[in-house]
C-alpha cells in the first residue's frame, strides 16, 4: 500500500503536484510582530537611564509576543495547501487555529486555467491570481506564488491526463478519434 500524503488520499489516488500560496500572505503578522519587537524598546527608550537591561528585556518579552501574534498567520499560510492528484484537485484552507475549509474538485470539471500578475507588488514579488473555470463556477486562487508556472504545471498535467481545457480544445475526427484543434491566422 502506497503512503499517504495527506488524509483524505484515496488508496488508488497519486499526488501529482502540491502548491501554496505566497508568504505575503502573512505580511499582516509579520508587520504585527515587528511592532511588538518595537514597542517592548519604548520603556528604556523613554527612560534611558533604565540601562541595557530594560532595553533588551523590553526587546526578548516583545519578541515573545510578537512570535505569539505571529503564529496564527504562519499556521494559516502553511496548513493552506492545494493538492493535485491523478483525479482530483484538493485546496485545504485553514484561518487560523480552528477553522479549516476544503474544496475538492475533479480534474476533469476543470474547463479553463487562467493567471494574472496585475500590479507593481504583483510584479516585483512574483505573486499574482489564478482564475479556473469549472463546471461548477469559478475557482478564484488570489495571491499564489509564480502563478505562469503553476498554470502551466497544471495544464501539462491536465494534458497527461487527457482532458480538454478550452484554451485547446479537441475536436473529434471522423473515425471516431480526438485531434487538438489548430488555431486558425487571422
Known sequence: MPNKYFSDQFDDEEVL?????????????????????MLGAIPAAIKPDLGFGWFFGGIGIGFIVGLILFSPFWISWYYSVFIV??????????KGLFHRSVVDMRLNQIQMINYQIAGLQETLLGFGTIMMQTFVGDLVIHEIHHPAKIQKKLLEILREKGIATISHPLIED????FTEQEDEAL
Do not use: E, N
Open 174 to 177: 471522423t473515425d471516431g478519434t
Open 17 to 37: 503536484y502540491v502548491f501554496r500560496k505566497h508568504p505575503v500572505v502573512m505580511r499582516k503578522g509579520l508587520i504585527i510582530a515587528m511592532f511588538m519587537i
Open 85 to 94: 492528484t491523478d483525479q482530483r484537485l484538493i485546496q485545504i484552507t485553514q
